[in-house]
């Protein structure tokens, strides 16, 4: 794809129509500022891609994150100002005409869609819920088409310069564990993504942590970063230390068990985004995180506990590494 401008700030900036590079499976008409808008109700549920382009396009923004180039339209410039807010952690503005990935943002104050390239992927009354969306998908986008590291569901912490990784997706109970290890003293860097380079060490993505609580009958997400948890963020790859494959199971007395490089791997392979896509780039990486930590597994209770436990049990670990040498 191709942006025919590119903004180097979220500035609105004249209207301009991407199209796709020359070997892709269909082209875009170049459309100019005289095209008429059209409303949402004139749109098909499946348009062709050429559809898209026959509306008018008030303003556009690209960035990069890990390597991915990302472009977003938007139909009404005041969205560009909600975006940062919805972006990826270390996000740049990408100066490149050429993107990955394109996204459409069409509203019409009662109704928004967004599409990636022509698959619709929300349609709502609410702007909040679009962005939502597109915060959500941007990521996972992001993860799949990266080249140069692995995106692996997990917690991750620094402590004393090693890596703590709790693998696991959503109600798994990792945020609740990683936020209380920030409590507990340690380093944030991430409570969604573990991002991997090539020789195991693993990379900020320090998102705000998404705390689910209870108000009343009803499950709630606070959104807090590190520093209202009493934490810092980290700035710099660790070496991974401690791999923590763990379930929360109330009042389970917390008990864990080593267990073997490979069980460690296979637990982190779980939990990658491209485990099926590029299962041999997955598995040229993830050997190298497990190989110099610790591995251990349970079940878990209360976070605050066992958060302690386990930077006592990384101390130890280390210490021991040091006399073993």
């Known amino acids: 794809m191709n ?3 590119s903004t180097k700030s979220l500035s609105v900036v004249a209207t301009a129509i991407p199209t796709r590079k020359a070997n892709s499976s269909q082209s875009l008409k170049t459309v100019g500022l005289a095209v008429v808008q059209r409303g949402l109700k004139e749109i098909p549920r499946v348009p062709s891609l050429t559809t898209l382009n026959c ?38 503005h990408s100066a490149s ?15 928004y869609q967004l ?28 993860g ?29 109970g990792k945020t609740t564990l990683t936020a209380a290890l920030v409590q507990a003293g340690a380093t944030y860097y991430s409570d969604e993504y573990a991002v991997f380079d090539w020789q195991g060490g ?32 980290g700035t710099e790859p660790l070496p991974v230390g401690l791999v923590v494959h763990v379930q929360y199971e109330l009042n389970q007395v917390w008990c864990p068990q080593e267990i073997s490089a490979g069980e460690a791997v296979l637990a982190l392979l779980d939990n990658t985004i491209v485990a099926r896509t590029r299962p041999e780039f997955a598995l040229s990486i993830l050997p190298g995180v497990v190989s110099h930590a610790l591995r251990i597994a349970g079940k878990r209770g209360e976070a605050a506990a066992v958060a302690v436990a386990l930077l006592r049990q990384l101390d130890d670990w280390i210490e021991c590494s040091k006399v073993c040498k």
Request: proline content about 5%; aromatic content about 10%; hydrophobic content about 40%.
């Open 202 to 233: 693993v990379y900020p993505y320090p998102r705000r942590l998404a705390i689910r609580e209870w108000e009343g009958e009803q499950e709630v997400k606070r959104q807090c970063t590190a520093e209202e948890l009493g934490g810092t963020v």
């Open 115 to 142: 599409w990636r390239d022509r698959e619709i992927l929300a349609e709502a009354s609410l702007l909040e819920n679009i962005l939502h969306t597109l915060d959500t998908d941007l990521r996972l986008q992001i």
């Open 55 to 92: 509306l008018k396009w008030e303003a556009e923004f690209s960035f990069i994150s890990y390597g991915v180039r990302i472009g977003i339209r938007v139909n009404e410039a005041r969205v560009l100002e909600r975006l940062p807010d919805y972006l990826p952690p270390g996000w740049e």
């Open 144 to 172: 799949m088409l990266v080249q140069d590291r692995l995106f692996v569901h997990a917690g991750v912490v620094g402590w004393r310069g090693r890596a703590i990784v709790i693998p696991g997706r959503s109600f798994s």
């Open 3 to 5: 942006l025919l401008k």
């Open 97 to 111: 005409p050429d993107v990955d990935q394109l996204y459409s943002l069409i509203g019409d104050e009662s109704n």
